[in-house]
């Protein structure tokens, strides 16, 4: 149980044109999820809380209209990256909880790699 | 605000040594304390859990128990294998953000030689 998908698991696109990932709880009703970046080796950086049906919360220094994160069901966050750029490739990596509270794990999903040329 | 500090790595280990990744933290309130695992190319999974003091939380082999006096939580294992070999992740949530987020470390990576 506690699984999470993520597609595509990688892409590649040209500068200016925008990406699309999935983020997919497939055993569980995810009431929230969260958008991670990871550059090569270090640390995830949140990017942004996602609660379903509500506008995401994006941590400082994330520009949301960059980064556009869509959580319309209990199942499914998108993030969008609007006219990517070299700068803007990274793994991207989400994560979903089912209910609050801080004793409940977060499982990840595998992640998403993105290179924009 | 709350901080998760590991040791750096990489920590380079032979087959069957004893492993520990030392992890300690600062945080309000009382938060509950994760160790995740990422494989090369991979997300993260969860590897153990402590929510409340003098916890241990154990899988595969590894153990860390909730110190609350030290605010620990340390990594331990007996044995170590070479698949163990992956970037270990020392994380904290509490409640004070309201949105329960994750604090992670920068990540402790393993290698085990054959």
């Known amino acids: 149980g506690a699984v999470v998908s993520q597609h595509p698991s990688w892409v590649i696109c040209k500068s200016g044109t925008s990406v699309k990932i999935e983020c997919r709880s497939l055993?569980?009703?995810?009431?929230?999820m969260f958008w991670y970046r990871q550059f090569p080796k270090q640390s995830l950086m949140l990017m942004a809380t996602?609660?379903?049906?509500?506008?995401?919360?994006?941590e400082q220094g994330v520009e949301k209209d960059k980064f556009l994160i869509n959580h319309a069901s209990l199942t499914l966050s998108t993030l969008t990256v609007t006219s990517a750029h070299p700068e803007d490739s990274s793994f991207y990596i989400c994560?979903?909880?089912?209910?609050?509270?801080?004793?409940?794990?977060?499982?990840f999903g595998p992640g998403t790699r993105l290179t924009v040329l | 605000g709350n901080s998760v500090t590991q040791m750096e790595g990489p920590v380079t280990l032979s087959e069957e040594a004893f492993l520990t990744i030392n992890c300690t933290y600062t945080a309000t309130g009382y938060p509950s304390l994760f160790w995740y695992v990422q494989y090369p190319g991979e997300g993260l999974q969860l590897l153990l859990k402590a929510t409340k003091a003098d916890d241990k939380g154990s899988n595969k082999g590894f153990e860390a128990t909730y110190r609350k006096e030290t605010t620990s939580f340390h990594l331990e294992k007996g044995s170590v294998q070479v698949s163990d070999s992956a970037v270990y992740f020392c994380a904290l949530s509490d409640q004070a953000s309201g949105y329960s987020t994750l604090t992670f470390g920068k990540g402790t990576m393993l290698l085990v030689s054959p």
């Open positions: 055993d569980f009703q995810a009431t929230t």
């Open positions: 996602s609660n379903e049906g509500s506008k995401a919360t994006y």
């Open positions: 994560s979903a909880r089912d209910g609050s509270g801080g004793s409940r794990p977060q499982f």
